[in-house]
């Protein structure tokens, strides 16, 4: 059964909520877009400064992680991407999207529900994925132009109304809270919770949020296991590390640093 109306957001109230501030007192607003990737990297190459956000009600090529696809209907959920020109190198904008994960988990968990960031990009509610982190950049290799950070949230979606294959892995808010929200309202915790995690990461570096984003891993102290392409790793997690990459501790011992990969809980995914 549907938790809500098929209406649009108020964007009115989103946009006053975030009048004078560095993220989002730009917001571009879509019914339809193939993806607000697409177009936020289109405006941030015709020059658009930080903070210009894109949000779409639906996108029909809502792209995830590793070439997977997002699943984007409309009325029901979050679909924003930002503009952002950090003054980093370009190794280091996929922390950006670790921001992003401790900025999301953060707004979800202003409503009383214990969200959690699964390294690298995803945050979880009760083990299902709520919401998604993607980033990407324009460079020469050298120089950052810009960063393009998409987020999707499942706000309002109903288990039934998610694909099969996906019921038993995806959730939304509204699932878990067992009734609706409003999604400007989610929209505006999110942006503000953004700009103030992002404005740490750019004034003193990851350091500065490395520590809560470990508080908030359902990662930490857990067995996993790693697939990053052939290669496969076990062991227990220790941490977060400065850079960004997950320190493993294998069964031997050995101390191991994963860059990339998609992490499997052994034994599930809540938190100890
Ligand atoms: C993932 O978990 O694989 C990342 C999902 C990112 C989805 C968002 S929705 C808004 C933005 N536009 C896209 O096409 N993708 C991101």
Redesign the pocket.
């Known amino acids: 059964m549907a938790f809500a109306d098929s209406e649009p957001l108020d964007i009115g109230a989103l946009r006053d909520s975030r009048r004078g501030a560095r993220i989002g007192s730009d917001i571009r607003y879509f019914d339809t877009l193939p993806?607000?990737?697409t177009t936020a990297r289109e405006l941030a190459a015709a020059g658009a400064s930080e903070g210009v956000v894109v949000i779409a009600e639906a996108?029909t090529q809502?792209?995830?992680?590793l070439g997977?696809s997002?699943v984007?209907p409309p009325y029901r959920n979050l679909?924003?991407?930002i503009v952002l020109r950090p003054p980093i190198a370009p190794t280091q904008a996929p922390l950006i999207a670790l921001v992003a994960g401790l900025a999301s988990a953060e707004a979800i968990r202003t409503y009383g529900i214990d969200a959690s960031i699964k390294w690298p990009?995803?945050v979880l509610v009760a083990s299902r994925k709520v919401a998604?982190?993607?980033t990407e950049m324009d460079s020469d290799g050298e120089n950052l132009d810009a960063v393009v950070l998409?987020?999707?949230v499942n706000v309002n979606l109903a288990l039934d109304e998610l694909p099969e294959e996906l019921r038993d892995k995806a959730g939304s808010v509204a699932i878990a809270l067992d009734h609706a929200v409003p999604r400007h309202e989610l929209a505006a915790r999110l942006l503000a919770a953004f700009e103030r995690r992002y404005d740490s990461f750019v004034r003193v570096g990851f350091a500065a949020v490395r520590d809560d984003w470990n508080e908030l891993s359902c990662l930490t102290g857990r067995q996993v296991e790693i697939a990053d392409g052939p290669r496969r790793l076990a062991g227990e997690v220790v941490a977060l590390a400065a850079d960004g990459t997950l320190e493993l501790r294998a069964a031997d011992g050995e101390q191991l640093w994963v860059v990339a990969g998609e992490v499997t809980i052994v034994g599930g995914y809540e938190r100890g």
């Open positions: 993806s607000t990737n996108q809502g792209r995830g992680r997977r997002w984007s679909y924003m991407s990009n995803d998604g982190l993607l998409g987020i999707g």
